[in-house]
């Protein structure tokens, strides 16, 4: 059974490793930074003339995370096809590298809790990016049901983690079933589709097969600073399964069910990479 109260053991940073941290941490903010500034200028004149629909934007996203992976030293392939299709994508949740790692592959635009958009620096990113903010208050659930129909109509492939809360990378938790009703809209049910996606992370040599985890209490300025701090890193494989049709099921709960079948049958946990 797994207590999320229970963190890993980790080694204390040595001299060497914050000099690790200081290299590391000064290209990748100069790279996040420097991309967000460039994606805000080209977004004012995107907007006026494309509206939802941002042909330039989103690779600026996908170019700043591929060579966020170089930066880290962290190894990054796939596995499988990103699908074509309108519609969304769902994904287990194992650390704040997801966000790198998904967009580093294909254009997608991520579900957030609203809380989310106040929070320094990533706040700021995720609203630039397009994130869909999700407010928990049953009164709002009309208003975002619209803002989930305009966007998937407009072609924007959003990403959710159904879990609801991300883990320790060596498991997949049940898959909550609420926003998943969005899809059942009859303007969206016969249109879209959803592809289960599974990201796998291996440690690097020697280290716990939880190192690259982040959940719970865990705080976020400690655990970045033990990922660059490494002196050899792991590698995160992402899978992308089958996409499937939303109107081949019967509800909600029949078609959260498969996906998340698909994405945990797609979990290697194959301790450290070495």
Not at 109 to 120: D, G
């Amino acid at each position: 059974m797994w207590n999320p109260q229970v963190e890993p053991p980790h080694r204390p940073i040595t001299v060497i490793g914050w000099g690790r941290v200081a290299l590391r941490g000064g290209v990748l903010a100069t790279l996040t930074f420097g991309g967000l500034a460039v994606l805000l200028v080209v977004r004012l004149f995107e907007r006026p003339v494309y509206g939802l629909h941002r042909p330039v934007t989103p690779y600026i996203t996908l170019a700043v995370c591929r060579c966020a992976f170089v930066v880290l030293g962290i190894g990054f392939s796939t596995r499988g096809t990103p699908m074509a299709h309108r519609g969304g994508v769902v994904a287990n949740h194992s650390s704040w590298l997801d966000i790198f790692a998904l967009n580093a592959r294909k254009r997608v635009y991520f579900v957030s809790k609203s809380e989310v958009r106040r929070w320094p620096a990533i706040g700021w990113l995720a609203r630039a990016t397009g994130t869909v903010f999700i407010d928990r208050n049953p009164r709002d659930a009309k208003k975002q049901q619209l803002i989930f129909e305009s966007r998937l109509l407009a072609g924007h492939k959003l990403l959710f983690f159904p879990e609801g809360t991300s883990t320790d990378g060596l498991r997949v938790l049940p898959f909550k079933t609420p926003l998943f009703q969005a899809f059942f809209d009859k303007d969206l049910r016969h249109e879209m589709h959803i592809q289960p996606v599974t990201l796998n992370y291996l440690a690097p040599s020697g280290e716990d097969a939880r190192f690259y985890g982040w959940w719970g209490d865990m705080d976020f300025a400690p655990h970045l600073l033990l990922i660059m701090a490494a002196p050899r890193q792991g590698r995160v494989e992402i899978v992308y399964h089958p996409p499937v049709k939303v109107d081949a099921f019967k509800d909600r709960k029949s078609l959260a069910a498969h996906l998340e079948s698909q994405v945990r049958s797609g979990l290697e946990v194959r301790g450290s990479f070495s």
